[in-house]
């Protein structure tokens, strides 16, 4: 259980200037980021281990100022499900990012997401969540004066609370997980 908790919470905080983005462009809806964000997971249930955890991430930028829209694929290719397999299963997460903050070298996001992922009961294939979370990013590439689109690169930490969607009587602390990585950009690319 403590290892699907950690799959499947997740983050959506990119902090990529999407809120730049929005104000410059015509419409609701406007060109999406895409992001690889390679980084470990641990959860904060006592017994569970840090899982490396492969993510990557579509963000579009909205009109509405400092709002972001986030569709994220992840998983953990090298969790052991705890039956000698892998618990690799991915999760879908998606939903709303507001950016709360946002400085020359870093930025704090909070977000409301929902998950779509493996189930904690095993009782079931897959299953939905809901999530909170706050997220924290140092704008690397901002603090080196990078060129192009490594001016985006930034290091996160995300700290989300899964709200629902856990069997009844699980603890508050085992709802709590950690994420933290490198946000590097894919597209669009910048010259």
């Known amino acids: 259980m403590k290892r699907m908790l950690g799959t499947v919470v ?3 905080g990119l902090m990529l200037g999407g809120t730049s983005l929005a104000t410059a462009q015509e419409g609701f809806f406007h060109s999406p980021v895409f992001v690889a964000q390679p980084g470990i997971i641990r959860s904060f249930s006592s017994g569970a281990s840090t899982e490396f955890n492969a993510r990557f991430v579509t963000a579009i930028p909205l009109a509405i100022d400092r709002t972001t829209l986030v569709g994220i694929i992840q ?3 090298f969790a052991d499900n705890g039956a000698g397999g892998k618990a690799n299963a991915p999760a879908f997460v998606y939903g709303p990012v507001v950016n709360l903050l ?3 070298y870093w ?4 977000d409301g997401l929902f998950a779509y992922g493996p189930a904690a009961t095993g009782k079931s ?3 939905h969540k809901f999530l909170f979370e706050g997220d924290f990013s140092l704008k690397l590439g901002k603090m080196i004066n990078a060129k192009g689109q490594w001016n985006s690169l930034n290091a996160y930490a995300m700290l989300a609370y899964v709200v629902s969607g ?3 009587g699980v603890e508050s602390r085992d709802r709590m997980v950690l994420l933290s990585g490198l946000s590097l950009p894919l597209a669009p690319w910048k010259k």
């Open 125 to 127: 294939d897959y299953t």
């Open 102 to 104: 946002n400085e020359k």
């Open 75 to 77: 998983w953990t290719p």
């Open 107 to 110: 930025s704090f996001d909070v």
């Open 166 to 168: 856990l069997p009844s």
């Open 10 to 12: 997740a983050a959506g």
